[in-house]
């Protein structure tokens, strides 16, 4: 067995994303648990903002379902995608 499992790339993920938010000064207490990260598009940059605080933005103008993104890069949760509609619309 050489390839990690995703379940394993999961928690490494996460373990990541704990350690990081420690650095920041967070403490367990402060962090909102959910079951999933949501990744809220943004139109104006073409990038998705995540709940743990990261960044994506596919070079290949794909969205989230294109990329066949399942489990988000900074904390290792199930991804939700939203897309928000303007106010102004
Ligand atoms: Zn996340």
């Given at each position: ?9 999961m928690y490494e993920a996460q ?9 920041r000064g967070m403490g367990p ?28 933005r596919f070079d290949n103008l ?28």
């Amino acid at each position: 067995m050489t390839d990690k499992t995703d379940t394993e790339k999961m928690y490494e993920a996460q373990h990541e994303w704990f350690n990081k938010s420690f650095r920041r000064g967070m403490g367990p207490a402060q962090i909102e648990v959910k079951p999933e990260c949501k990744w809220t598009y943004d139109e104006s940059t073409d990038a998705y903002e995540s709940d743990c605080g990261e960044l994506w933005r596919f070079d290949n103008l794909g969205n989230v379902a294109d990329n066949r993104v399942r489990f988000c890069h900074g904390c290792g949760r199930s991804v939700v995608a939203v897309y928000p509609r303007p106010e102004d619309a």
